[in-house]
Nanobody, 125 residues
Framework: QVQLVESGGGSVQVGGSLRLSCAAS????????MAWFRQVAGKEREGIAV???????SYADSVKGRFAISKDNAKNTLYLQMNALKPEDTGMYYCAHAWGLCAVTWKNRSSYNYWGQGTQVTVSS
């Protein structure tokens, strides 16, 4: 059973930064596809960043240039560095796991097998 535990959320001012972490167990993240999703109240959960077995991260347009996904294989931990935060970045952030290579449909929830419990990010002006 794969378990994912997010941490690092919190409240920050506009323009600030946060780094989210997702500690994984039951799977070696270096061999699989890992992603970050965001869910804003009243909206669908959306994929915002993904990183695969061979790196090559991809991002949603809404976070490109501001967010960076990375992983520490030795710690089996996924990260999301978030810079230049905006009020519209407020939401619950989830990490997600898919076996093997990342799908072309990486932004879709259905492409993932396991989810963390989420961590809240609030950006205020």
């Amino acid at each position: 059973q794969v378990q994912l535990v997010e941490s690092g959320g919190g409240s920050v001012q506009v323009g600030g930064s946060l780094r989210l972490s997702c500690a994984a167990s039951g799977s070696t993240i270096s061999n699989n596809c890992m992603a970050w999703f965001r869910q804003v109240a009243g909206k669908e959960r959306e994929g915002i960043a993904v990183i695969g077995r061979y790196g090559g991260p991809s991002y949603a347009d809404s976070v490109k240039g501001r967010f960076a996904i990375s992983k520490d294989n030795a710690k089996n931990t996924l990260y999301l560095q978030m810079n230049a935060l905006k009020p519209e970045d407020t939401g619950m952030y989830y990490c997600a796991h898919a076996w093997g290579l990342c799908a072309v449909t990486w932004k879709n929830r259905s492409s993932y097998n396991y989810w963390g419990q989420g961590t809240q990010v609030t950006v205020s002006s």
